[in-house]
């Protein structure tokens, strides 16, 4: 029988709760019920196996001895005969409520629950052996039991809290046992007996955990969607999908308007709070033998991530579309015993068979918004003759964003926001430059679409230099493919022939790192024509490889972002800088926005910090090896709320962020680093 690792060496003795622990801890149900099988079949155990465990408290792996192992200095000579002793009386008095009963349990609940390791989690041995005698104190149940709202005012005032140190007093035990007993069954805690009151908690916090991690989910992917501003900005995603194994529904999906994934079993797919809930299961009700991880993956996308206005295109195999639609419903679960009861509506726009060279992805689905030239590709298929996609999605209707949007995000005030705004319409082209930390990635698309009115995604465009970024990542050049060589055009190509075809609004191109790039490689013949007064038809040039006569329109602008304190990086070139306006962003520490969030937290700790770095600042600024320009930002410092403001967070961004770069910039001075380094620390004490 084989059984989870319990010593180093050949196991020379248990306790009885340790025996319960091989099975109730966090494993899956059928390895438990793999491990009780073995149980029942060695000792001959006659009664039912179970088969449902909701409920049962469970030990974590990474401590599922009620002992310590024999090499431990904490394991005594008698650790193990102890929990024996404790067992033995528990159950007399579990059949045998008396004083003498009492007295032996409490004699031996005394001895052992100060072993190593045990506490609380020698109640949860006694529940398992005796469930309707004895309570478990596990975290669950003492959170549970604390609210009076849920087991009544007379638990809530018993029962220790969840924070709580153990209980070493076997008297105290069974007192909170006695208490516990007489409340059932009353006005306010109705639960029958312990079991129920236990599958109680347990669900109960599984559902608050459950929402506490889809909330702390939602707050990262909308923390991290509006990193670069795009909260509420609606884009269209590309979906490879197969109706069916071999695309065998696709006639009843295209005849029903709909599309359609299995897995049937799972029910109402929105009720998992994770792709890892849904991993799990799949596991459990399909097969354990795969990860499960490509099918978890596309339940949730298909249940979460598609939106409306997604286009979607039907595949067989790997090489042949066969289909192409809009989505146009939000997902639901169909009740009617459909193998396929997962669907979304679809207006079908296209039905066909056409083949492609490029190599599918294996799965069920995919979201190929990331492969542009891919979508261009498949798209291609559906074009007609005027080059149009036939039958293509409604005009979007972006939201709206205007100044005061800006100044409510940006740490920034009005009057620099304006010599901002007038300085890019003036030039077209500007530098954000600044030290670490100074907002420059945040403010940019945010500037973009301040200017612009609305949060239109199609009319910005990012991109980050680099060491190997080139002038045919940028125009154009020359691509391996399966013909040889073909001429592919680069990002900035691409985007203003979109601008000139849209020549009534702005657009926005934004290059992160503008100076790590070899600038002269990269743009080559650009360098006369991203100047603001040889913009236009008229300015045109001859690019390298096609030869084709080429201008930059009068309607786009460029936004660069450069870090002022990167020694490693060189000036940018003299050439180029002449065709830039360059705007310092400096930490926003004394700005009245950044004032009233550093009021809304009411962290005298983060005050304390907050004030430090202003010093630290000032002490950057007046060295003459560094300057304004190595000064520590205000964006290690946002985006909390006052539940984040904690000790170990501040330690984190004081330990982590702060001190390493005090190191980079006072590298030959250690005395310094280990002064302001000392100063960052004290503040948060």
Request: hydrophobic share 40%.
């Amino acid at each position: 029988m084989s059984l989870p690792k319990l010593e180093a060496d050949e196991l020379q003795d248990i306790d009885p709760f340790t025996v319960f622990g091989l099975f109730n801890k966090g494993i899956t149900d059928a390895n438990r019920q793999k491990i009780i099988a073995g149980i029942a079949e060695v000792f001959d155990i006659g009664a039912d196996q179970p088969t449902d465990f909701e409920g049962i408290p469970v030990l974590n792996n990474l401590n599922a001895t009620f002992y310590a192992f024999a090499n431990d200095e904490h394991r005594g000579k008698h650790d193990i005969d102890n929990l024996w002793h404790v067992f033995e009386a528990e159950l007399v008095l579990a059949a045998d409520d008396s004083e003498e009963n009492r007295k032996a349990f409490v004699d031996a609940f005394d001895a052992a629950v100060i072993q190593f390791t045990l506490g609380w989690k020698l109640t949860m041995g006694l529940y398992w052996a005796r469930p309707y005698n004895f309570i478990s104190l596990d975290s669950r149940n003492r959170w549970f039991m604390a609210d009076a709202a849920k087991a009544g005012s007379t638990i809530a005032g018993t029962v220790p809290k969840e924070k709580d140190s153990p209980v070493h007093d076997g008297d105290r035990y069974l007192a909170i046992c006695d208490t516990i007993k007489s409340e059932l069954g009353s006005e306010e805690c109705s639960y029958a007996d312990f079991p129920s009151l236990t599958a109680a908690a347990f669900v109960e916090s599984e559902r608050v955990n459950q929402e506490r991690k889809a909330a702390e989910k939602a707050a990262a992917e909308n923390a991290e969607e509006n990193a670069l501003g795009d909260e509420g900005v609606k884009t269209t995603h590309y979906w490879t999908y197969s109706p069916g194994d071999g695309a065998a529904r696709w006639d009843d999906f295209y005849a029903r308007g709909v599309m359609g994934v299995g897995w049937s079993k799972l029910g109402n797919v929105e009720k998992y709070a994770s792709k890892e809930d849904i991993r799990k299961n799949l596991r459990t009700l399909y097969s354990s033998k795969y990860s499960q991880k490509n099918s978890a993956l596309a339940l949730w996308q298909f249940s979460r991530e598609i939106k409306p206005g997604d286009v979607v295109f039907a595949k067989r195999g790997r090489s042949v579309i066969i289909g192409r639609g809009i989505v146009e419903g939000d997902y639901q679960f169909g009740e009617n015993g459909d193998s396929y009861p997962n669907i979304r509506r679809v207006r079908w726009t296209n039905r066909g068979e056409w083949h492609t060279e490029d190599l599918l992805a294996m799965k069920t689905l995919t979201d190929i918004t990331a492969y542009p030239g891919l979508v261009e590709r498949l798209n291609s298929f559906f074009e007609d003759e005027g080059g149009e996609v036939e039958e293509d999605t409604e005009e979007a209707e972006y939201p709206a964003y205007t100044s005061e949007d800006f100044l409510s995000e940006v740490y920034m005030d009005g009057e620099h926001y304006r010599s901002l705004v007038n300085v890019l319409r003036a030039k077209k082209n500007i530098i954000l430059q600044g030290a670490p930390g100074v907002g420059k990635t945040f403010a940019a698309k945010r500037l973009a679409y301040s200017m612009m009115g609305v949060k239109d995604a199609e009319r910005v465009m990012m991109v980050q230099f680099h060491q190997s970024y080139s002038y045919e990542d940028f125009i154009e050049g020359f691509r391996p493919s399966a013909q040889g060589f073909d001429l592919e055009k680069g990002a900035f190509y691409n985007f203003c022939k979109n601008a000139k075809d849209d020549s009534d609004n702005d657009y926005f191109f934004i290059i992160d790192e503008i100076n790590r790039g070899n600038l002269s490689k990269i743009f080559g013949e650009l360098f006369m024509l991203i100047e603001n007064d040889k913009r236009g038809p008229r300015n045109t040039l001859q690019l390298l490889y096609s030869h084709e006569l080429f201008y930059v329109p009068s309607n786009v602008y460029l936004i660069g972002m450069m870090n002022t304190a990167d020694r490693s990086l060189a000036m940018l070139d003299y050439a180029l800088r002449r065709r830039f306006a360059f705007f310092d962003l400096r930490p926003a520490f004394d700005t009245e926005s950044f004032i009233a969030y550093q009021e809304g937290l009411a962290s005298e700790k983060f005050d304390r910090l907050i004030s430090c770095v202003v010093k630290l600042n000032e002490a950057i600024a007046s060295d003459e090896s560094l300057g304004d320009g190595f000064c520590i930002g205000h964006s290690y410092f946002c985006r909390m709320s006052p539940d984040d403001v904690t000790d170990h967070k501040l330690s984190a961004i004081v330990n982590y962020e702060l001190v390493p770069m005090l190191r980079e910039y006072w590298f030959d001075e250690p005395t310094k680093v280990d002064e302001w380094a000392g100063k960052l620390r004290r503040s948060i004490r």
